[in-house]
Structure formats: structure tokens, C-alpha cells
């Protein structure tokens, strides 16, 4: 049981996916067994995250030989990186799925299935080969949503997600077979697996191109600030459930792979480009901050917020040390979900008012007290309203940028202003003052407080006793960045 | 005696099938249908007795007293000789509306279709070059008169005298170079020729070089490589659906056949001497292909410009090949494979789909299609995902393969490239998932009968993606493994 219980996990909902589909369910069997797959799912990453030992390194394994002759295996492992986006996709999917109650079209739920299994799969892959598989596969369901099931410029944009995100994976899969080449000269067999091709020493002019393979990628799907022309149309024109998986889940598997794979294989390269993500990231968390206060669009606003965060989050990441590093990975999670909520509630307002505009919303705050709560405690949540994980994760990355540099500090702190200055004006225009439009609405339904509850719950516990689950994933942190810094030889 | 009329049994029943055929093509009992099934019925026989006679890891030639070296059995012809008759019963059986729905149809075009699988089964046992360029001609008559099969039509009948002129051309070109090869090596064989290029040092054998260069030219123009590529897309675009499915999966590769024999082998010591021209080929064909393919409105113009891409792909292979690359010929091989699944699924489903329109496919014509037939729109999305190489099909391993091979060999740039117009041709291949996917129907949609091509086509993407990541849990069917053990063998079996 153990043994398989991540090959269990990753497949779970594409074998309910296929078996459905195979006996043609109709719509009702359809939306049980999604949500039966979910919960499943949920149920044996809570049985991972109980037998996982934080101070022991990659657990539940699995090797498999696959396609021998190019040496590739099916090479799966959890860690403390990888169980926290885990549990962020297996946490998120049963509320997704509660809030498409009323979604009778089946191939919406058909693409979130092969969605989960892609991301799961795409987290937990050990073997670059098998990694860039789940990777590349993830991005159909995204196409395949937005394009059916989105609105505006639909087609367009998710042709234009598609084919950015591709340019990105192209080039990873030249580094990909590129390292896999240089490991068979060295030892003469074919092995794309992590743990072997981290023993490789490449010489540092080519270290530079292949890592550049491998960061185009990852930038483009979180996305830094220069390759992120998709992210606003595609935002904007996504059915919420891809939107939510885009922003809570895929643009942090850009800063997953840059933490597995960026720091993994060319830690002591990356010090080349240090300096110009770390740029790119703080012109990046302003540049989208700024778009993001004089956006009217409630979708793009916080798609531009969204924007804002990851680039904190990248920020962190280069600036090596535990604080910065601590700080990333709690604000994956926690962003995750407040962005989650959010993005929940646009689509509710959306469902309501059939607009998303903040100029014709307005008045809703007499009408409707509950909505309004939700609505504004996700969003003060992004903006790192103290008592929730936000403020908590956003703390530890302005910490360890003061650590860093005092002026980048400073530069990094900026984010928490601005992100009150287009939250706080956001809630005053969306929610309060009169009514912009004539549009008859209720108040939240049980359903939808049932699905945001445990949301709100998991902010305020996260923001209130951080001391529950830091100790998680600190120990591992502390090694790799021990590791890094031996191979830099001090900062990046 | 007997045994070698065995061995020699498979190509035979094709002739024989073929002249049968021409006997009963007039006679009044017979339509369509039925001459189909016979067609089909002589190739299943064919692929039955391959299957009987096929010996593994043995390689012998056919009557040797009589032709002496000039047909040659082993596991590379095996496995082409299976790529072809597959091809050929794919092609039958999928287009058995098309044939209904056109009154152009006649007899004689059964046995055409068996007279060119007869020529390519032949071209992949040449073991010699006069043999080999019979064998060209018989496959490329054929194909000809198929190409112009519907001769009231215009567009028909400028593609098949555009590709006959052309290739009448270039086939004088196959027989100059065997007469100065015949020049140099005082034989045509190719086991006399193997001996000569290997005792011979690289100046000495100016006469050869040229030779092999001419016989290239052929190869190059049958594959549509970029400078002789003028023809590929009008000559697809204007012969019949089937046939077109025919010649861009089956036809394309018997050339591969009798390239890789002899680049492979007999021409091996002297490949350094092209691997400049080569290099340059292919990144023409490349940027080339993809030009054409992106800017077409017809499905059947762009896929036929893919095709184009795909030979590009072939030939980073084989310029690897070239430099020595030791995984380029199974890479090589295994790319066919993937190619030849993938082909014969997307313009089989094409031809398919417009035996039920009188127009060219557009697509436009893809609007909606999804909702209409929900199951041959993912088996299409299937294949369009595995020619753009997209992880989990077998397109993609072929590609992989490729690749490494390129890089292995040290053609970094070669295989950027390839990349690059990979990446281009996940445009043109994800446009027609999205109209697939992305527009409503026009049309309402009416429950449509599943019949032997539906379910060939389905099994044929599903064979994508199990050789895309199937695992040796079900070791009938080969999964990735499967067809790169295939590939080594073929390739082994040559030296």
C-alpha cells in the first residue's frame, strides 16, 4: 500500500476520468465520481503528510524501469517542497469541485481530472523525462478549457497560453536531452533521473545555456515580469476553476521547478543569473502592483496581483537564506489558498451580477453581509492582512531581503503598501457606496459558505500558529540551502 | 527449393493479387466493394505468410541461383515489408466509403495499389542497384496513375503530370548514378559495392561519390526534401483523399527503405563526404516545411507541408547518421515507426471524413466537430499531438530519439532547430484542435454507425499512445520499448 500510494495518488482521478468516460456516465455519476476521486485523493495525501518524517529527505519512492532503451524511469518521490503543493492541489480540488455544482457540461469535468493528475504527477516526477510528460500534459486540459468553456477572445488567448508555455517547454526539453547526453558520455548509460544527473559536473559555459533552457520555462509559467503577456487574457477569459488552478497551482510549479531543478542541477550556475531575476522579480512585483491598482477588471486585477506575489515568491527564492526560503514556500501555500478564495468569489460575483467589472459593481455590502465578509477577507488575506498566513509568509521574505541587501529590502517591503493601496480602493468601489447596476441578487447559499469555510479556516490557521507547519519543511530547506551555498560559496 | 518459394511468398501473392485484380476489373459481377475485399483479402494472405516465413536474426538471399545477390531477406525488409501491407489494408479498408461515394472508382485502382505495394515490398529486398530502381519505377507508375485517378478533375490530372515529369526526371538521375557507380565498382551489387567503398580510400573513389550523389537526388526528391519539394503539396493536394494517405505514410517510406540500406551500409564509408550538403538540406527542409504548412487553409495542404517537416526531421537523423551517431539509425527507424502510425491515422481519418463532402477539408470544415463525433476528435486531436511531438504519443519518442541523436553527434544547432520548428508546428497542429474543440457545431449532431474504419482509426491512436508511454505490462503489443528493440533489430540485422 505504501509503496504505491503516489502512483495512487497521481492516478487516481485519470482512472475515474477514463472509466467514466468509458461507460459514457451521465452528468450525476459524472460529478460524484469526480468528487469521489478528490476526496480519495485528499484522504491518501493526509495519509503521506501523517507518515512523513520532515528530517528524512525524498520518501515514498517508487523506481521503475520505463522506457529502457533511453533510460528514462518512472522515478517518483515526495519531500517537504513537493508535500506542500501537494497537499495545496489535493486540498483545493474538493471546493473546486463543490463550486462547479451547478456545471452541467461534462467535459469541464472530465479536464479537471486529467488536470489533477498532470500537476500531481508533474510535482512529484523525479525523472526530467517523466517531469516534462506530466508537465507538457497538464497544459491540455488548460487549452482545452479556456478555449471551450472561456469567454471573450477565448480561442485566441488559450492558443496564446498554449503556445508561450510550449516555447518554454521546447526549450527545456533541448537542456533535458542535452544533461541526459552529457550523463551517457560520462557514464555511458541513459539516465534522466534527478538523483544521478545532480552528480554531474557540466563546464560552466554550457552550464549557462542549458540552465537558461530550463529558467525560460519556469519563467514564462510563473510568470516574471517579460514573459507574462499571456497571463492577463488568459486570466481574464478562463472559466474560474482553470483560473484558480492556473494561479493557486500551475504559476507555483514555475517556482517548483525552479527550486527542484534550477537549484537541483545548476546551483553554482545560477549565481550568473541571480542578479537578473532578482531584478526581473522587483520590477516585476511593482510593475504588476501598478497594473494592478488602475485595472477595472476584477480577473485581471488580481491576475496582476497574482503576478505581484509569484514574483515575491521567485524573489525569495534567490535570496538564500532560510528566512527568504521559509518565507517562499509558506507563501506558495498560503497564497495558494487566499488566491483560491478569491478567485472563488469573483466567479460568485460573476454568477450574479454577470460582470466582473469593479466600476459597475458597487452597493453590495447593504444587500448582502455574507458575501461581503467572504469577499473582503480573501481579498485583505492577499494583501497580508496580519492573523493570516499572507502576512506571516510576506514577513519572512521582507526579513530575509533585509538580510539580503537593505535597499532590496526596502524595495520588497514596497509590495505590502501596494497591495493594501489596490485592495483597500478595490473594496471600497466593489463592495460599498451605491449600486452601479439593477441586478436582482442573494446573499451566499449553505453551498457556498461550505466551500469557503474551510478556506478561511486554513488562512487564519496558517496565519495564526505558523509554528504547526514550518517545522515541516524547515529541516529540508535548511539542508538544500546548506548545499547551495556550499556550491556557491556564500550568497548567489 | 520449396522453402525459398515460401520465403519468396508474400511478394508474390501481392503480384498475383494485383493481376487478378486486372482479370476481374471488367467483369460485370464485381463493384467496388467487392474488389476491395479481394484487394484486402490478397494483402491479409500476404501479411499472414510474412508472419509464417519470417525468421528472426537470419538474413538470406532469395533463390540465390537464379538472382544471385539481388534479393535480400532480413529483419529490416521484414518490418517494412509489414509497414507496407499494413499501410496498403489501412488505406483499403478506412476509404471502403470513399471508393461508395466516387463513380471514379474502377477496378484497375485495386490493382494499382497492389502492383505499388509489390514494387516497395521489392525496393526493400533490393539488393542491388538495377533491381532497386525496377523496384522505384513499378512503386512509382502507380503511384502516378493513382495520383491522376480522377480524371475529369482538373487539379487531379496537374498533379499527376506535375509528379510524373518530375519524376521521371529524377528517376533518370537514380539510373545515371547506378551506371557510374557501375563505372567504378565494375558491378551493380551492392555486396560487391560494400566491398569496394571499404578497401578504397575516400580520393580514389570520385566516380562513386558522384554516382551516390545522383542516386540521392532520387531519394531526396521522393522524400521531399526542400529543393526538390516543389511538387509535394500540390501533388497531395490534388490526388484523391486515399491516395494521398497512401503515398504520405506508406509510399514516403518505402524510399527510406532502400536509403538507409544503402547509406547505411554500402555508401557508409563515404557519408562524411555529405554531411555538409546534408546539413544544409536539412535545415532548409525544416524552415522550408514549416513555411508551407503554416499558411495553409486546407488541412490536406498543411499536413502534406508537415510532411515535408518530417523528412526534415529524418534527415537530422541521418546527416547524424553520418557523424558516426550510434543511436541515429534505430532513431532513425523508430521516427518511421512513429511517423507511419501517426500519418496513416490523421489522413485516414481525412479521407474519411470527406467521403461524406464533395470539397477539400478546411479547416472550417472542423468546426464543432467534437460535439458531432466527440470519439473520432479526440483520436484525431490523438494524432495531431503525436506529429507534433507532444509527450505520452509515440511522436514524441520519435522525436526524443531524434534528437538525442542529433546531439549526440554533435549537431547542438541541428537539433535546436529541430525544436524550434517543432514548436512551430504545435501551431498548426493545435489549430485544428481548436476548431475541433473550441467552436460549436453548424450542423446537428445524428448518431453515426461504427464501422471497420471507425474502429481502425481508434485503434490506431490508441496504438499512439500506448507507444508513447505503455509499459510491458501487456507484452503483445509493443509499447515504447517494443519499437525501438524492432528498430535495433532492423538495423542490426543490415550489418
Redesign the interface.
Known amino acids: 500500500m505504501m509503496d504505491h500510494i503516489l502512483t495512487n495518488i497521481i492516478f487516481l482521478p485519470l482512472f475515474f476520468a477514463v472509466i467514466l468516460g468509458v461507460l459514457r456516465a451521465n452528468i450525476f455519476y459524472l460529478k460524484a465520481g469526480a468528487m469521489a476521486s478528490a476526496v480519495v485523493t485528499l484522504l491518501l495525501v493526509i495519509v503521506v503528510a501523517v507518515n512523513f518524517d520532515p528530517n528524512n529527505g525524498m520518501q515514498f519512492s517508487q523506481d521503475i524501469a520505463w522506457i529502457q532503451n533511453a533510460g528514462v524511469r518512472y522515478f517518483i518521490g515526495v519531500d517537504a517542497l513537493s508535500l506542500v503543493i501537494l497537499a495545496l492541489i489535493s486540498l483545493l480540488m474538493p471546493p473546486l469541485y463543490i463550486y462547479m455544482y451547478h456545471e452541467n457540461r461534462k467535459g469541464y469535468w472530465y479536464n479537471m481530472m486529467v488536470l489533477q493528475t498532470g500537476i500531481t504527477g508533474a510535482v512529484l516526477s523525479l525523472d526530467l523525462v517523466l517531469f516534462y510528460l506530466f508537465w507538457e500534459t497538464m497544459l491540455l486540459p488548460i487549452f482545452i478549457m479556456i478555449g471551450k468553456y472561456g469567454n471573450g477572445m477565448h480561442q485566441y488567448n488559450s492558443m496564446k497560453i498554449v503556445l508561450m508555455t510550449i516555447l518554454g517547454s521546447m526549450t527545456m526539453l533541448f537542456s533535458i536531452m542535452y544533461i541526459g547526453y552529457v550523463y551517457f558520455d560520462t557514464a555511458g548509460s541513459w539516465s534522466f533521473a534527478l538523483n544521478n544527473l545532480m552528480a554531474l559536473q557540466f563546464d560552466p559555459k554550457t552550464s549557462i545555456w542549458l540552465a537558461a533552457g530550463f529558467l525560460l520555462a519556469f519563467a514564462i509559467k510563473i510568470p516574471l515580469v517579460g514573459f507574462h503577456t499571456w497571463m492577463a487574457p488568459a486570466y481574464s477569459s478562463a472559466p474560474t476553476p482553470a483560473v484558480i488552478i492556473m494561479s493557486a497551482i500551475m504559476a507555483k510549479l514555475g517556482i517548483y521547478g525552479l527550486w527542484r531543478f534550477g537549484f537541483g542541477l545548476f546551483d553554482s550556475t545560477l549565481s550568473y543569473y541571480a542578479p537578473t531575476i532578482i531584478t526581473l522579480a522587483l520590477v516585476g512585483l511593482l510593475y504588476y502592483a501598478v497594473r494592478a491598482v488602475t485595472e477595472d477588471n476584477l480577473r485581471k486585477m488580481f491576475a496582476y496581483s497574482s503576478g505581484s506575489h509569484l514574483s515575491l515568491i521567485a524573489l525569495g527564492l534567490f535570496l538564500t537564506n532560510i528566512y527568504a526560503w521559509t518565507g517562499s514556500l509558506y507563501f506558495i501555500a498560503t497564497h495558494a489558498i487566499a488566491t483560491t478564495g478569491i478567485f472563488l468569489m469573483i466567479g460568485l460575483t460573476y454568477k450574479r451580477f454577470k460582470t466582473v467589472k469593479i466600476s459597475s459593481l458597487g452597493g453590495i455590502a447593504q444587500k448582502a453581509p455574507k458575501f461581503t465578509f467572504f469577499f473582503a477577507f480573501f481579498a485583505l488575506s492577499i494583501a497580508g492582512l496580519p492573523g493570516t498566513g499572507g502576512f506571516v509568509a510576506e514577513l519572512l521574505i521582507i526579513i530575509g531581503a533585509f538580510k539580503y541587501n537593505f535597499w532590496i529590502g526596502v524595495l520588497t517591503a514596497t509590495t505590502m503598501l501596494s497591495a493594501m493601496l489596490y485592495i483597500f480602493w478595490m473594496l471600497q468601489r466593489a463592495l460599498f457606496g451605491t449600486s452601479n447596476n439593477s441586478c436582482e441578487y442573494e446573499d451566499l447559499s449553505l453551498r457556498e459558505i461550505i466551500m469557503l469555510v474551510p478556506l478561511v479556516l486554513m488562512l487564519l490557521i496558517t496565519g495564526i500558529a505558523p509554528s504547526l507547519f514550518i517545522p515541516w519543511f524547515e529541516p529540508q530547506l535548511e539542508t538544500m540551502l546548506q548545499g547551495v551555498l556550499l556550491a556557491v560559496g556564500g550568497l548567489l | 527449393m520449396m522453402n525459398q518459394l515460401l520465403l519468396a511468398s508474400p511478394m508474390a501473392v501481392v503480384i498475383i493479387g494485383a493481376f487478378v485484380l486486372m482479370l476481374i476489373s471488367h467483369s460485370k459481377r464485381f463493384n467496388n466493394d467487392r474488389f476491395n475485399i479481394v484487394a484486402v483479402a490478397f494483402l491479409v494472405l500476404s501479411l499472414i505468410l510474412q508472419y509464417v516465413t519470417y525468421e528472426s536474426q537470419s538474413s538470406s538471399f532469395l533463390f540465390e541461383k537464379i538472382f544471385a545477390d539481388s534479393f535480400i531477406m532480413d529483419d529490416f525488409s521484414a518490418i517494412f515489408d509489414v509497414m507496407f501491407t499494413v499501410g496498403a489494408i489501412l488505406t483499403l479498408l478506412i476509404n471502403t466509403d470513399y471508393f461508395k461515394s466516387r463513380d471514379y472508382f474502377t477496378g484497375e485502382y485495386f490493382a494499382l495499389i497492389l502492383f505499388s505495394v509489390f514494387g516497395m515490398m521489392m525496393l526493400s529486398h533490393a539488393h542491388e542497384l538495377v533491381t532497386a530502381f525496377i523496384a522505384l519505377e513499378i512503386a512509382s507508375l502507380s503511384m502516378y496513375t493513382l495520383v491522376g485517378y480522377h480524371k475529369n478533375n482538373k487539379v487531379s490530372s496537374e498533379a499527376m503530370m506535375k509528379y510524373l515529369i518530375l519524376g521521371a526526371i529524377t528517376g533518370a538521375f537514380f539510373m545515371l548514378g547506378t551506371a557510374l557507380i557501375y563505372g567504378a565498382v565494375g558491378s551493380t551489387s551492392l555486396t560487391q559495392i560494400a566491398e569496394y567503398t571499404i578497401t578504397h580510400k575516400l580520393h580514389e573513389m570520385t566516380l562513386l561519390i558522384v554516382g551516390a550523389t545522383f542516386i540521392m537526388i532520387t531519394i531526396m526528391f521522393k522524400i521531399g526534401a526542400v529543393p526538390f519539394h516543389s511538387w509535394v503539396v500540390d501533388v497531395y493536394h490534388g490526388a484523391p483523399y486515399p491516395i494521398t494517405m497512401f503515398m504520405a505514410s506508406t509510399f514516403k517510406i518505402a524510399v527510406f527503405a532502400i536509403a538507409l540500406r544503402l547509406y547505411l551500409v554500402n555508401f557508409a564509408p563515404v557519408n562524411s563526404f555529405w554531411t555538409e550538403i546534408l546539413q544544409v538540406m536539412t535545415i532548409l527542409t525544416l524552415i522550408g516545411g514549416s513555411w508551407l504548412a503554416i499558411n495553409q487553409s486546407l488541412v490536406k495542404r498543411m499536413l502534406a507541408g508537415s510532411s515535408i517537416v518530417h523528412s526534415g526531421y529524418l534527415l537530422i537523423g541521418i546527416s547524424s547518421l553520418g557523424l558516426g551517431s550510434e543511436v541515429a539509425a534505430p532513431a532513425v527507424m523508430f521516427y518511421l515507426i512513429a511517423y507511419f502510425i501517426s500519418a496513416v491515422g490523421a489522413f485516414g481519418i481525412l479521407s474519411f471524413l470527406s467521403s461524406q463532402q464533395q470539397t477539400q477539408m478546411k479547416y472550417e470544415d472542423f468546426k464543432g466537430f467534437a460535439t458531432r463525433r466527440p470519439y473520432m476528435a479526440l483520436t484525431m486531436s490523438i494524432f495531431m499531438?503525436s506529429l507534433a511531438g507532444?509527450?505520452?504519443t509515440i511522436g514524441f519518442?520519435g522525436k526524443?530519439?531524434i534528437?538525442?541523436s542529433a546531439?549526440?553527434s554533435g549537431q547542438?544547432l541541428l537539433?535546436?532547430l529541430g525544436?524550434?520548428t517543432?514548436?512551430i508546428s504545435?501551431?498548426y497542429y493545435?489549430?485544428l484542435?481548436?476548431m475541433m474543440?473550441?467552436?460549436p457545431s453548424k450542423t446537428p449532431q445524428k448518431k453515426l454507425p461504427i464501422d471497420i474504419s471507425t474502429i481502425l482509426i481508434f485503434m490506431m491512436g490508441l496504438l499512439i499512445i500506448w507507444g508513447g508511454?505503455g509499459?510491458t505490462l501487456i507484452p503483445v503489443i509493443p509499447g515504447?520499448?517494443g519499437f525501438?528493440?524492432m528498430a535495433?533489430q532492423a538495423i542490426s540485422s543490415l550489418r
Open positions: 499531438l507532444f509527450p505520452s519518442l526524443f530519439y534528437f538525442t546531439i549526440e547542438i537539433a535546436g525544436i524550434l517543432a514548436f504545435v501551431y493545435f489549430k484542435i481548436a474543440y473550441f467552436y508511454i509499459t515504447p520499448d525501438i528493440d535495433k
